[in-house]
């Protein structure tokens, strides 16, 4: 299983990315997904995530700014980033719960190999 992130780049304050992650591979089905974002200096949090069956959550900092969505047929996720801050600048990761085989009830984690968004004026 593979999952490949796009869309990072640099933008001004209070501009609009939007991240997208395609999971490819042996895939039977998809739990979560989510997207992660690490700052230098910074642990790893969580910014996002979405169950399978649509059902959202959000950190504080981003809520009413960044929207998460999910495609099944596809297995892609998205992150839309409105109104972005300096403090958004991080390595935004994708992380999926996969289970790769219908003969095996075995859910695993993946990521994605993080794109950078830098928020700067």
């Known amino acids: 299983v593979q999952l490949q992130a796009s869309g990072g780049g640099l933008v001004q304050p209070g501009g609009s990315l939007r991240l997208s992650c395609a999971a490819s591979?042996?895939?039977?089905?998809?739990?979560?997904m989510g997207w992660y974002r690490q700052a230098p200096g910074k642990q790893r949090e969580l910014v996002a995530d979405?169950?399978?069956?649509?059902?959202?959550n959000y950190v504080d900092s981003v809520k009413g700014r960044f929207t998460i969505s999910r495609d099944n047929a596809k297995n892609t996720v998205s992150l839309q980033m409105n109104s972005l801050k300096v403090e958004d600048t991080a390595v935004y990761y994708c992380?999926?719960?996969?289970?790769?085989?219908?003969?095996?009830?075995?859910?695993?984690?993946?990521w994605g190999q993080g794109t950078l968004v830098t928020v700067s004026s």
């Open positions: 979405i169950t399978s069956s649509g059902s959202t």
């Open positions: 992380k999926c719960n996969i289970r790769r085989w219908a003969w095996l009830i075995k859910y695993s984690d993946y």
């Open positions: 591979g042996t895939i039977f089905s998809i739990n979560d």
